[in-house]
Every structure is written in C-alpha cells, then in structure tokens.
C-alpha cells in the first residue's frame, strides 16, 4: 500500500526486553525469562533502528531472539519441544519454590 510513498514500515519483534514492565505487572523472578534470552532496551533501540534506516520490513533483534524464531519455522514441532522442554521445565520449578511464584495450577 505505501510503496509509492516515502513512508517506511518496519515491524519489531523483539522478544524479551529488560524494562521495569515484570517488576511493575508484580511478576516474580521465576516468571521472568532467562537472562541470556533478553536483550537490553538501549541494545534493542539500536537494533531496531539500524533495521529501520536499511529499510527491513522486519526486524528481530538480538541473536538469541533469531534464533528462536528460526528455529520455531524450521523445526519439526516434537524436536522444538525436545529442545525446549527442560528450559519450561526449569521455569514451572523455579515457579513453583517458595516466593517464586504461585504453583503450577493454583489459583
């Protein structure tokens, strides 16, 4: 639609960012992803940008965060979830210790 206009789109899928955004929804430290898996908010500001000055339709900043979104497309599902499985596991126990979060399916 406005590719006879000098208008730029450039969708940002970012993934996890490191903001206040969890601490404020009241989320705990089981909650929150992994810290390898999140990018800085400067760092995904500068990412983002640099994928909007070249133009890109879209942009996934931080490896980590393209690598799980090519890896999700490419994968057959039973291998996403052997890859990913001990990761969400690791996630519902630290969840469900002692101040990290309600149990798995409490409510």
């Given at each position: 639609e406005l590719a006879s206009t000098a208008v730029v789109v450039t969708q940002v899928c970012p993934g996890p960012v490191e903001t206040e955004f969890m601490a404020v929804?009241?989320?705990?430290?089981?909650?929150?992803?992994?810290?390898?898996?999140?990018l800085s908010a400067r760092r995904c500001a500068e990412l983002s940008l640099r994928g909007f000055e070249r133009n890109r339709a879209m942009v996934l900043p931080g490896l980590m965060n393209k690598l799980s979104v090519w890896m999700g497309l490419l994968m057959p599902r039973f291998m996403l979830r052997l890859a990913l499985g001990p990761m969400a596991r690791s996630m519902r126990r630290r969840q469900a210790l002692p101040g990290g979060g309600d149990a798995p399916g409490a409510s």
């Open positions: 929804a009241g989320a705990s430290e089981a909650e929150r992803p992994p810290g390898f898996l999140s």
